[in-house]
């Protein structure tokens, strides 16, 4: 079965700083990975899935599977930033997507 | 607002009840799929219909039941309730049916059971 850990519930950072927010996945075969994003007061969106390779609002994420994970980095935090962040994967065939817990992003001015 | 919309944002019930979730997803999408967030479970996916078949199930207790209706809106009946069942109810809606495109989320119905 497919599995999801993010490992850290908080993760608080000044303003400027670098963030990294940790995915670990379990599964052996070629998995599709992603992050969503919740800013308070919206709704869970889509932040980037690694087949796009893309850079939004200055995240990447990197799918290393020597190591299983997809960790979300920012080189420069902001304070809008702030979110609900959490990693997801779909594989076996499947389309749905599994989540993990989330990780609560706090970034302070 | 031409996003997924659901309703009623909030729903306080008893143990043993039923209740009834809508969701209608973005126009132009065919594809619906229910979500649990529990404290304790996370964001759990329950069900998806596509274009008012049922096309993949997840971790949904007998107890649950969803159907999508022509108008490709679709509803989840809950019974029975339980404590446990509290949670943080969402809909998603998408274009395909097999995952392409992108899942857009809906507010969510917060259930509270007493």
């Known amino acids: 079965a497919q599995r999801v850990t993010q490992p850290e519930k908080l993760l608080s950072v000044f303003k400027g700083a670098p963030v990294e927010l940790k995915c670990n996945y379990s599964y052996s075969g070629s998995p599709e990975l992603f992050w969503y994003v919740q800013y308070s007061r919206q709704r869970l969106q889509l932040l980037l899935r690694?087949?796009s390779r893309e850079s939004i609002k200055g995240f990447t994420a990197d799918l290393n599977k020597g190591e299983t994970s997809f960790h979300l980095k920012k080189p420069f935090a902001q304070e809008e930033d702030s979110a609900m962040y959490y990693c997801?994967?779909?594989?076996?065939?499947?389309?749905?997507?599994?989540f993990g817990r989330g990780t609560s992003l706090i970034v302070h001015p | 607002d031409s996003g997924v919309t659901q309703t009623p944002k909030h729903l306080i019930t008893a143990t043993g009840q039923r209740v009834t979730l809508r969701c209608s997803p973005r126009?132009?999408?065919?594809?619906v799929y229910w979500y649990q967030q529990s404290l304790d479970q996370g964001l759990q996916f329950l069900i998806q219909?596509?274009?008012?078949?049922?096309?993949a199930k997840g971790n949904i207790l007998e107890r649950f039941s969803a159907q999508q209706f022509p108008d490709l809106h679709s509803e989840l009946n809950l019974s029975s309730l339980e404590l446990g069942d509290s949670a943080l109810y969402f809909c998603?809606?998408?274009?395909?049916?097999?995952?392409?495109?992108?899942?857009?989320f809906g507010p969510g119905t917060r259930l509270t059971v007493l």
């Open positions: 997801a994967i779909a594989s076996g065939g499947s389309y749905i997507p599994t």
């Open positions: 219909y596509y274009n008012g078949e049922e096309r």
């Open positions: 690694h087949i």
């Open positions: 998603a809606s998408s274009v395909g049916g097999q995952g392409e495109g992108e899942q857009f």
């Open positions: 126009s132009g999408d065919l594809s």
